[in-house]
């Protein structure tokens, strides 16, 4: 039985190794390729530099795409995290009248391919004779983030007694003094990962942008029409790579935030 | 506005959708008074609890403190305090902090702050403990601190929902005695709801006992149980015997096979009548007595200071529940199944009921 056992475990051993590889491997590329010296994208590795840096630092174009998509990115997580959280706490606290249904209604953007949003917003926009612009683009992109954000919310808002809200509420404290002082802390978590999560959503969101971005490109669509010119390829790796960074420090960051903010707290205050 | 009604509930109904969560309650609670609402799980009593904490708003009545209408106050405007079912206790905060979030919003002095939390805890005897964590707490002490919470604001009415009702049968017993005496000290209405007869029946001065939304009875805890108004009331507050009456005389019921028992009764010689006989007041002898009626013992419960019996009596298919104080040592003796024993009780042991 042991034996057996044992050999399960080797075996789901080599399974997760297998799986993490294939998960990770591709991405170390990015960094390893960045500081090849080479325009092509092939083994052997020619040499270690750091021009593609230099070359992306240059590249006004392809840093204006990325102030854009960290702008969009910024203002798409805010304002569908906002939104998520009034939402969820309507569903999870009040006797909404066809809650469900409601909380299905919101969730469709989901389900609907995002090439068929982007061409009925588009034309819906065109309709109105709204100019496309990255304000049109932080549109597109909130209808898709806000069912990420009430999903992550409503899951933190059935996480805790309804009662602390109603304990506040009954030592004294009004509704928004009572969402300050007793909701706000507790959903915290939930609201961390909701704007990481409808940031990262709207930061490599194509499709939908790239119907509604007008002339002003986010990254995705500048990347995309970067890849006619294979001399160019080396500098969006170098910022790939860079981002790559960014986005594990963040999530780092989040998750040190989410298991330490609790605690340290509880040690600061007190008589 | 009289001490007599500190708090009134004035026709009040509840309803959640087709549900009529309360119906028609009219209530009066004194000032100072220690009073429950007992009653079984969805009788109401908790929805109209939280209608006085004013987190539930009533369908039809109004609610008045001290002759205030507090009917649509929002609850943060309200003189009452509550102690949660689950404590409710604030986890992002620490024990001095969650029994000052009442106090905060009156901008004391820090050191008033201090002051008066530390009475708190000196109260509920967890002095020392404001810098712990609430997840360091044992469910005793969470109660405490809940308690210390609402108290702390000086509310003129604290209203408890079942705050006993997780710990274990011990603490909850030492807790009760301790609440009760809590009680009288700081002088606070007390408005608690409990599903437990026992606690109500130690704890309170008066009680008010809820059924299917309306409230039955209301009374001091030794007139519930020895004049029940109803068959509902007789039936959930201790175990009781009921025997089908026909009425004789005013004070004269004709009860079948237990013979005929004295009790005043309203109604008219004729009418039927409900005769209910509580387990204790029934004197069981192994040898005949005049006037008494014969039985066989069915089965027989040893419970230490007293032992329940089931006695059948010819005439009956319904065994009678008898329950006797084991006053002497009774190793050997005692009535065992099968035994003929002799039922007797004193005139006036049984009460007279309204059939329904």
């Given at each position: 039985?042991?034996?057996?056992?044992?050999?399960?475990?080797?075996?789901?051993?080599?399974?997760?190794i297998?799986?993490?590889?294939?998960?990770?491997?591709?991405?170390?590329?990015?960094?390893?390729?960045?500081f090849?010296?080479?325009?092509?994208?092939?083994?052997?590795?020619?040499?270690?530099?750091?021009?593609?840096?230099?070359?992306?630092?240059?590249?006004?174009?392809?840093?204006?795409?990325?102030?854009?998509?960290?702008?969009?990115?910024a203002?798409?997580?805010?304002?569908?995290?906002?939104?998520?959280?009034?939402?969820?706490?309507a569903?999870?606290?009040?006797?909404?009248?066809?809650?469900?249904?409601?909380?299905?209604?919101?969730?469709?953007?989901?389900?609907?391919?995002?090439?068929?949003?982007?061409?009925?917003?588009?034309?819906?926009?065109?309709?109105?004779?709204v100019?496309?612009?990255l304000?049109?683009?932080?549109?597109?992109?909130?209808?898709?983030?806000?069912?990420?954000?009430?999903?992550?919310?409503?899951?933190?808002?059935?996480?805790?007694?309804?009662?602390?809200?109603?304990?506040s509420?009954?030592?004294?404290?009004?509704?928004w003094?009572?969402?300050?002082?007793?909701?706000?802390?507790?959903a915290?978590?939930?609201?961390?990962?909701?704007?990481?999560?409808?940031?990262?959503?709207?930061?490599?969101?194509?499709?939908?942008?790239?119907?509604?971005?007008?002339?002003?490109?986010?990254?995705?669509?500048?990347?995309?029409?970067?890849?006619?010119?294979?001399?160019?390829?080396p500098?969006?790796?170098?910022l790939?790579?860079?981002?790559?960074?960014?986005?594990?420090?963040?999530?780092?960051?989040?998750?040190?935030?989410?298991s330490?903010?609790?605690?340290?707290?509880?040690?600061?205050?007190?008589? | 506005?009289?001490?007599?009604?500190?708090?009134r509930?004035?026709?009040v109904?509840?309803?959640?959708?087709?549900?009529?969560?309360?119906d028609?309650?009219?209530?009066?609670?004194?000032?100072?008074?220690?009073?429950?609402?007992?009653?079984p799980s969805?009788?109401?009593?908790?929805?109209?609890?939280?209608?006085?904490?004013?987190f539930?708003?009533?369908?039809?009545?109004?609610?008045?403190?001290?002759?205030?209408?507090?009917?649509?106050?929002?609850?943060?405007?309200?003189?009452?305090?509550?102690?949660?079912?689950?404590?409710?206790?604030?986890?992002?905060?620490?024990?001095f902090?969650?029994?000052?979030?009442?106090?905060?919003?009156?901008?004391l002095?820090?050191?008033?702050?201090?002051?008066?939390v530390?009475?708190?805890?000196?109260?509920?005897?967890?002095?020392?403990?404001?810098?712990?964590r609430?997840?360091?707490?044992?469910?005793?002490?969470?109660?405490?601190?809940?308690?210390?919470?609402?108290?702390?604001?000086?509310?003129?009415?604290?209203?408890?929902?079942?705050?006993?009702?997780?710990?274990?049968?011990?603490?909850?017993?030492?807790?009760?005695?301790e609440?009760?005496?809590?009680?009288?000290s700081?002088?606070?209405?007390?408005?608690?709801?409990?599903?437990?007869?026992?606690?109500?029946?130690?704890?309170s001065?008066?009680?008010?006992v809820?059924?299917?939304?309306?409230i039955?009875?209301?009374?001091?805890?030794?007139?519930?149980?020895?004049?029940p108004?109803?068959?509902?009331?007789?039936?959930?507050?201790?175990?009781?015997?009921?025997?089908?009456?026909?009425?004789?005389?005013?004070?004269?019921?004709?009860?079948?096979?237990i013979?005929?028992?004295?009790?005043?009764?309203?109604?008219?010689?004729?009418?039927?009548?409900?005769?209910?006989?509580?387990?204790?007041?029934i004197?069981?002898?192994?040898?005949?007595?005049p006037?008494?009626?014969r039985?066989?013992?069915?089965?027989?419960?040893?419970?230490?200071e007293?032992?329940?019996?089931?006695?059948?009596?010819?005439?009956?298919?319904?065994?009678?529940?008898?329950?006797?104080?084991?006053?002497?040592k009774?190793?050997?003796?005692?009535?065992s199944?099968g035994?003929?024993?002799?039922?007797?009780?004193?005139?006036?042991?049984?009460?007279?009921?309204p059939?329904?």
């Open positions: 039985m042991r034996t057996g056992a044992g050999r399960g475990g080797v075996g789901l051993l080599a399974y997760a297998f799986y993490l590889g294939f998960l990770y491997v591709p991405v170390l590329f990015l960094p390893l390729f960045s090849n010296d080479s325009v092509f994208i092939t083994f052997p590795i020619a040499g270690f530099t750091t021009q593609w840096y230099r070359q992306m630092l240059e590249d006004s174009a392809m840093l204006r795409a990325l102030a854009n998509s960290l702008e969009v990115g203002i798409t997580a805010v304002l569908s995290t906002i939104l998520g959280l009034l939402a969820a706490k569903l999870t606290r009040y006797r909404v009248p066809g809650g469900n249904a409601l909380l299905a209604f919101t969730s469709l953007p989901l389900f609907i391919p995002d090439i068929v949003l982007g061409i009925s917003i588009l034309i819906l926009l065109n309709t109105l004779g100019p496309l612009s304000i049109t683009v932080i549109a597109g992109h909130s209808l898709i983030c806000v069912p990420f954000a009430i999903t992550v919310l409503m899951s933190r808002f059935d996480g805790f007694d309804k009662s602390l809200e109603e304990a509420l009954d030592l004294g404290e009004n509704g003094m009572t969402f300050w002082r007793v909701t706000y802390p507790l915290l978590p939930g609201i961390i990962s909701s704007l990481l999560l409808t940031f990262i959503v709207s930061f490599d969101e194509f499709l939908i942008a790239y119907f509604l971005a007008g002339s002003d490109a986010t990254l995705p669509i500048y990347i995309w029409g970067q890849l006619r010119f294979p001399y160019k390829l500098a969006v790796l170098a790939g790579a860079l981002i790559l960074v960014a986005s594990t420090i963040l999530v780092v960051i989040a998750e040190w935030v989410r330490h903010g609790m605690k340290d707290r509880h040690k600061m205050v007190g008589a | 506005m009289s001490d007599e009604d500190f708090i509930i004035d026709r109904t509840k309803r959640f959708g087709n549900v009529v969560a309360v028609d309650a009219n209530l009066s609670i004194r000032r100072g008074e220690f009073f429950s609402l007992l009653g969805g009788c109401g009593k908790t929805t109209l609890l939280r209608m006085i904490a004013g539930e708003f009533p369908t039809q009545g109004e609610l008045y403190v001290e002759g205030a209408r507090i009917t649509d106050t929002p609850p943060h405007l309200r003189p009452s305090n509550m102690v949660f079912q689950s404590y409710a206790i604030f986890p992002h905060l620490d024990v902090d969650n029994i000052a979030y009442g106090l905060r919003r009156a901008r002095k820090k050191t008033e702050l201090a002051a008066r530390n009475d708190a805890l000196a109260m509920i005897k967890l002095e020392g403990f404001g810098a712990r609430v997840d360091e707490l044992s469910g005793g002490q969470r109660q405490r601190v809940a308690l210390a919470r609402a108290l702390v604001c000086r509310p003129k009415v604290l209203l408890l929902d079942e705050p006993l009702g997780a710990l274990d049968k011990r603490l909850r017993e030492s807790m009760q005695i609440l009760r005496q809590l009680q009288k700081v002088g606070i209405t007390f408005v608690f709801v409990t599903h437990d007869q026992e606690e109500a029946l130690s704890m001065d008066r009680i008010a809820m059924s299917s939304g309306k039955l009875q209301v009374a001091a805890p030794r007139l519930l149980y020895e004049e108004n109803c068959r509902e009331v007789a039936d959930f507050i201790g175990t009781i015997n009921f025997f089908d009456g026909k009425v004789l005389a005013p004070d004269t019921v004709d009860a079948g096979p013979g005929t028992v004295h009790a005043a009764t309203a109604d008219s010689p004729g009418g039927k009548t409900l005769v209910a006989l509580r387990p204790e007041k004197v069981l002898a192994a040898d005949p007595v006037g008494a009626i039985g066989k013992v069915i089965a027989t419960a040893y419970l230490g007293r032992s329940h019996y089931t006695v059948a009596i010819p005439g009956r298919e319904e065994p009678i529940a008898v329950s006797g104080q084991n006053a002497e009774i190793v050997a003796k005692g009535h199944p035994d003929t024993v002799y039922l007797s009780w004193a005139d006036g042991a049984a009460v007279l009921l059939c329904d």
